[in-house]
């Protein structure tokens, strides 16, 4: 397989991975069964909006496949460490650790306007800090946010080319780290 | 919470816009004030609410973080925040605590509005309301 098949396998391979991650948190709703029907049908359409948005939108998703550079997601853990020092260790809470993480980080720009490198820091260091705004009954536990900001950074440096400008994305990256950091974490002490 | 919902989605868009801040600046500067709110005056309020508005508030601004390529109408980004507060208020306790959730459920909302090309604008959101008037008056006439 060349290069330009490979980029489209990887591609494709993650947006089905970004589609069943959004799939898989509204699917958890209807299976807890918790909510009144009404807003479970209204769950149901919402999945099928989801599907038919990745199937059809033309503007969810680049066409080429671009990567992020290493020397930026490399900034995720830097992020997601300090809002978890923040918000477990000096109990300033997730909210307004991950805020004043991400405020913090907006005015890295200001450094050197002309630095392209710079004004990419703040949405990767907010990027960092949704995996630092996991609660104490998940995790608190440095390696654990070390090892879910290091799966996120992965998948920041790969989905450079989707979901762009879509509000969440993110959060959703930040989702899959902390959620494969929790599978690997129980795999392990099973395997002990 | 569908109200702050609102507030926190369009507070984050109108932020972007009008004073050119990045979307980063506008939902951490606007969530940080909130937090910090809660967090001086934690008996202002009851105590559900103390702890519940500001995790609605920071999670309806990843709503407004929406490029402007993607969707500028206010309409759609209202409508996304209203989902938005919906799927929050009963979504699953399995992910509770989980890093990202809120950013997750934010992103879910927005794509449901994306998959229509009217929610884009709101010169085609008023095209479309048009074109759907028109089909329920030939409709109605049939």
Same mark, same amino acid.
């Given at each position: 397989m060349n290069d330009a098949g490979k980029n489209k396998l990887l591609r494709n391979g993650l947006i089905i991975c970004f589609f069943f991650v959004h799939f898989l948190f509204l699917i958890f709703i209807l299976v807890e069964n918790k909510a009144p029907v009404f807003i479970l049908s209204l769950v149901g359409i919402f999945t099928f909006f989801i599907f038919y948005a990745y199937y059809r939108?033309?503007?969810?998703?680049?066409h080429s496949m671009d990567f992020e550079s290493w020397s930026i997601v490399l900034w995720v853990p830097a992020g997601a460490l300090s809002a978890f020092v923040l918000n477990q260790k000096l109990g300033l809470g997730p909210i307004l650790a991950g805020s004043l993480v991400g405020f913090l980080a907006s005015f890295i720009p200001n450094i050197n306007k002309k630095s392209f490198y710079l004004s990419q820091l703040p949405s990767v260091l907010y990027c960092g800090a949704f995996v630092g705004m996991t609660s104490p009954a998940v995790s608190n536990d440095y390696t654990f946010i070390f090892l879910a900001s290091l799966i996120c950074a992965v998948f920041l440096m790969l989905s450079k080319n989707l979901l762009q400008g879509v509000g969440g994305k993110l959060g959703t990256l930040a989702f899959i780290g902390v959620v494969l950091a929790t599978l690997l974490y129980r795999l392990f002490n099973l395997w002990i | 919470m569908i109200i702050i919902s609102f507030a926190g989605a369009l507070g984050t868009f109108y932020c972007s816009k009008r004073? $050119?801040?990045?979307s980063v600046r506008s939902s951490a500067g606007l969530s940080f004030i909130v937090a910090l709110f809660f967090k001086i005056f934690p008996t202002l309020m009851s105590s559900y609410l103390t702890e519940t508005v500001p995790v609605v508030f920071i999670g309806s601004t990843f709503v407004g973080m929406v490029s402007v390529k993607q969707t500028s109408s206010y309409f759609g980004i209202a409508f996304a925040a209203g989902i938005y507060s919906v799927i929050f208020l009963y979504?699953?306790?399995?992910?509770? /605590?989980? $890093? /990202?959730a809120l950013g997750t459920t934010a992103c879910v909302s927005l794509l449901v509005i994306l998959?229509?090309?009217?929610?884009?604008?709101d010169k085609k959101l008023r095209v479309g309301m048009r074109k759907m008037k028109y089909r329920f008056k030939r409709s109605e006439i049939r």
């Open positions: 939108s033309p503007f969810l998703h680049h | 004073f $050119g801040w990045n979504s699953s306790q399995y992910f509770e /605590g989980y $890093g /990202g998959s229509s090309p009217y929610f884009k604008s």
